[in-house]
């Protein structure tokens, strides 16, 4: 009789168990999306119709799969080939509008007051420029040893500035090189290609912790990158201990300081995060800002004496200081004229905790938005009809002053309390490399360069940017 009424509570149980998950699956991809679509019409907001199961995301893929399958023209007019399903997208329905990514609601957003509101919703430096200096000057010399008799070589300058900002991200984060985290790096770039695999797939809540073969993967690579981390972490702490170094003398020991200023509420776990975080993001964005400076500054040979003049005169030949590097007014006005045309990220993504208000719109929890970077950098009301050209000049007077009605429109490390905290690292590690090859290269775009940007996380040429180096 006991072994009757545990078999019923089993399938009792178990009945209930499949009807809850099947009132589940039909709420998240039938009831959810078909009530949100028509809450955001009710709004005025158009967009594409919800596919069940689906969405947009077949759609995006072929326009990306068009995109990237041929290169574009010598020009800066990048995102129909960047963004290429969004773009018809904002010429059909204007700077707000609804997209599906399977059953995920997306509101995307282009236009720059609500992009302003919504980031609005809710820095420090260690020792940087003898770190910067380091890896720059290595960098320099092994460029020197490149070069022929004839005093000029070819050089696909992208791989080039990823391993100058890994050295750069190891030594001022880590007191390393990056020979010493490469393999970290190493990892991480596997990651970047699992992670966009998986962004691209068909999403089912739970997948993720079946045991497939590209989940185990995954799991391994996260795995040793975290071990790796928590033996740098540990030697740090050790050598902290024994007096050897300061407590603060890098990123690491800073968090690790705050760790123990916190009482334990920052965990050793979260220190990691934030070390992957660093390693990756501080990377990726500086080299991808000074491969897009190269090759516009190619395009652009006026600029390239313009700047090179101004770094002549302000440090000489000489390893530009701190000092220096603030006084290089060109300089800093042609790195921002590449991150407008060029943002390291082409959209931000945010997503709604709690029902919220963003101006006159309305929108509820548990909706992912998108805000368009890229679109808004192109934007001829902000910018004015020359948008689309290379015009350092609009930098001027500073950033606040660059666009039309001083509206803020420019938004490359994104804005508001959430803003990226590597922004001043990234702009004096490109200012110190920038500044030093000018002094001893001219450069010009190889023969064999195709301009080809595509978005793998960050912008990038999607073939490389050989560049014609000339010692001077």
Not at 22 to 33: E, F, G, K, M
Not at 123 to 137: I, Q
Not at 182 to 208: C, D, H
Request: net charge neutral.
């Amino acid at each position: 009789m006991e072994d009757y009424y545990l078999f019923k509570t089993l399938v009792l149980s178990s009945v209930l168990l499949i009807i809850y998950s099947v009132v589940r699956l039909v709420y998240s991809i039938w009831w959810r999306p078909i009530y949100l679509e028509k809450y955001f019409r009710q709004q005025g907001i158009g967009g594409t119709s919800y596919k069940p199961l689906h969405g947009d995301r077949e759609d995006i893929k072929r326009a990306a799969m068009e995109a990237l399958s041929k290169p574009m023209t010598l020009n800066h007019q990048i995102a129909p080939r960047v963004m290429p399903f969004y773009y018809p997208m904002v010429q059909t329905y204007g700077k707000v509008f609804l997209s599906w990514y399977g059953s995920r609601p997306r509101l995307i957003i282009g236009d720059a007051e609500l992009m302003r509101l919504i980031l609005l919703d809710k820095n420090g430096d260690f020792g940087m420029v003898p770190a910067f200096s380091t890896s720059c000057a290595n960098l320099i010399q092994r460029w020197k040893s490149l070069i022929s008799c004839e005093g000029s070589c070819e050089l696909d300058v992208a791989p080039e500035f990823q391993i100058l900002a890994s050295d750069v991200i190891a030594r001022t984060a880590f007191g390393s090189s990056y020979e010493e985290g490469k393999r970290i790096f190493e990892l991480q770039k596997e990651q970047v290609v699992l992670v966009l695999e998986a962004y691209t797939s068909f999403y089912f809540p739970g997948l993720r912790f079946i045991p497939t073969k590209r989940n185990k993967l995954r799991y391994k690579l996260d795995k040793e990158i975290k071990t790796i981390l928590r033996d740098i972490i540990a030697k740090k702490e050790q050598a902290i201990q024994r007096g050897v170094i300061g407590p603060a003398n890098d990123l690491l020991g800073l968090l690790l300081q705050c760790k123990d200023e916190a009482n334990q509420s920052l965990r050793i776990e979260d220190v990691i995060e934030e070390c992957k975080l660093f390693y990756f993001a501080g990377q990726e964005t500086t080299a991808n800002l000074l491969t897009w400076t190269m090759i516009l500054l190619s395009m652009n040979p006026i600029w390239q004496e313009k700047a090179r003049d101004e770094v002549l005169r302000v440090c000489g030949k000489q390893t530009p200081s701190l000092e220096a590097i603030n006084h290089l007014k060109i300089v800093t006005m042609i790195l921002n004229e590449v991150l407008r045309l060029y943002p390291p990220v082409t959209a931000l993504f945010r997503y709604t905790q709690n029902k919220t208000r963003i101006g006159e719109m309305c929108i509820p929890a548990g909706v992912e938005t998108v805000l368009l970077t890229l679109f808004l950098h192109y934007d001829p009301k902000n910018w004015g009809d020359d948008v689309e050209e290379f015009n350092p000049e609009r930098f001027s007077e500073g950033v606040l002053k660059a666009t039309k009605d001083h509206q803020v429109a420019f938004m490359p490390f994104g804005w508001g309390p959430r803003i990226c905290l590597g922004q001043n690292f990234a702009m004096i590690e490109a200012k110190m490399a920038l500044a030093l090859i000018l002094q001893q290269f001219s450069f010009q775009l190889s023969p064999s360069y195709t301009h080809a940007p595509r978005t793998v996380i960050t912008l990038q040429p999607q073939h490389g940017a050989p560049i014609m180096l000339h010692q001077i």
